[in-house]
């Protein structure tokens, strides 16, 4: 049997500027990496060196028959003190969206995927309510010289993890861990600033929507106590999805299931096949994201992130064909599904695990940092041209 996809339906990758640019030096990740006691197993460095690569890494991308790139802007190359913006880094990414265009790549542009320029950590981050002004300046500065060359628009990826892992976790900066307080306060001044670059970037150059991206899951409560899911739920998800609402789209990114009980948020289910990351694989997480993100956002979807970390790459593409069916039956229940992007386009610096997790379509040698297609890849690639899905 074989699954087709509308008419239209994007098809794309995704990645991020740090995980892939390289000496990205000027941020609060790279201060992380370096700090005396970090949690990351190692430092960016130079990355995928795709700050100097992309040519030939969307060339692969188009061979392959995609028709969308997501990728985000480096705020502390563009703005690298507080108001001193780099022409230099701005005329960067304008070739990078001509070099989409002239493959006929739809560019998805994100404007901040977790990173931020020292200074701005180094004035309270997150915290503090001017960042929210200063990110739209960046924002409003970007799009003026941007902004007729985007396709779509993110502003923020994942806000949820930015608060949750920064405040609560204590794996991504500033490393606070169980700071209720901070938490809070970080995702109403990450919910303000993506209101304030929503209406900056659908006010300057171009005619694309724009959308913020959230970090989802499948949830399930060990005692099926849909009460306390929607407990846990409402803070990590909801407060953004309605926050959301009236957008021109919302970016599902969902990897896996988040289980719950009297104790709390707990480990993976005894007997259920456990990824690298220590997540279970659990291929409808972004089925069931879909459905949630519907019905509270309210907005046309996107999977903006799906895939896993893996060195299997049979298991690999048995995770996308179970995802994709997935994402397939919510299109046929009529939800409005526009897309699907796949992470990452290359194996990189996946944060805190360093290089260790592997979520690439594409390997990359750390030696030499040569390419080379994966069987996932070139599996995925068919889907795409085809846009079917055989199951």
């Known amino acids: 049997m074989s699954i087709r996809f509308p008419d239209g339906f994007l098809w794309g990758t995704a990645t991020a500027a740090h995980q892939t640019e390289g000496g990205n030096w000027n941020n609060d990740w790279w201060a992380w990496e370096h700090a005396p006691n970090t949690p990351c197993v190692e430092p960016s460095g130079d990355a995928t060196d795709h700050f100097w690569r992309y040519p030939g890494d969307l060339d692969l991308l188009a061979e392959l028959g995609f028709k969308a790139y997501r990728f985000s802007l480096e705020w502390s190359r563009i703005e690298p003190e507080e108001g001193e913006f780099s022409t230099a880094a701005l005329d960067h990414y304008s070739r990078m969206l001509d070099a989409c265009l002239a493959r006929d790549l739809v560019p998805v542009v994100t404007f901040h995927h977790f990173t931020s320029p020292r200074w701005v950590a ?65 995702n109403d001044v990450l919910l303000d600033a993506h209101r304030r670059s929503y209406d900056v970037l659908k006010a300057g150059p171009g005619d694309f929507p724009v959308g913020l991206t959230l970090s989802m899951s499948d949830w399930a409560d060990e005692d099926g106590d849909a009460t306390r899911i929607d407990e846990y739920r409402r803070v990590h998800e909801d407060f953004f999805l309605e926050g959301a609402r009236g957008d021109d789209y919302l970016g599902v990114q969902s990897y896996s299931r988040t289980r719950v009980g009297a104790e709390g948020v707990l480990g993976p289910e005894t007997g259920v096949e456990v990824l690298p990351m220590g997540y279970e694989y659990w291929p409808t997480a972004a089925e069931a994201s879909i459905r949630h993100a519907a019905e509270v956002a309210q907005t046309p979807l996107y999977v903006t992130e799906n895939g896993i970390g893996t060195d299997d790459d049979d298991q690999r593409i048995r995770y996308l064909r179970d995802s994709l069916a997935g994402v397939a039956r919510t299109i046929d229940e009529g939800y409005d599904v526009r897309g699907f992007f796949h992470w990452s386009l290359m194996d990189n610096f996946e944060w805190a695990f360093g290089y260790m997790m592997r979520f690439g379509l594409l390997a990359v040698d750390r030696e030499t940092q040569a390419r080379t297609v994966k069987p996932s890849g070139r599996w995925l690639s068919q889907v795409v041209t085809s846009n079917e899905l055989d199951t």
Do not use: K
């Open 122 to 186: 180094a004035d309270g981050g997150w915290t503090e309510a001017r960042t929210a002004e200063r990110f739209a300046r960046f924002c409003e500065r970007a799009v003026a010289r941007l902004g007729d060359r985007i396709g779509i628009g993110c502003t923020i990826n994942e806000p949820n993890v930015v608060s949750l892992i920064g405040w609560m976790i204590g794996a991504f900066p500033p490393g606070h861990q169980r700071d209720l307080e901070g938490y809070a306060r970080a």
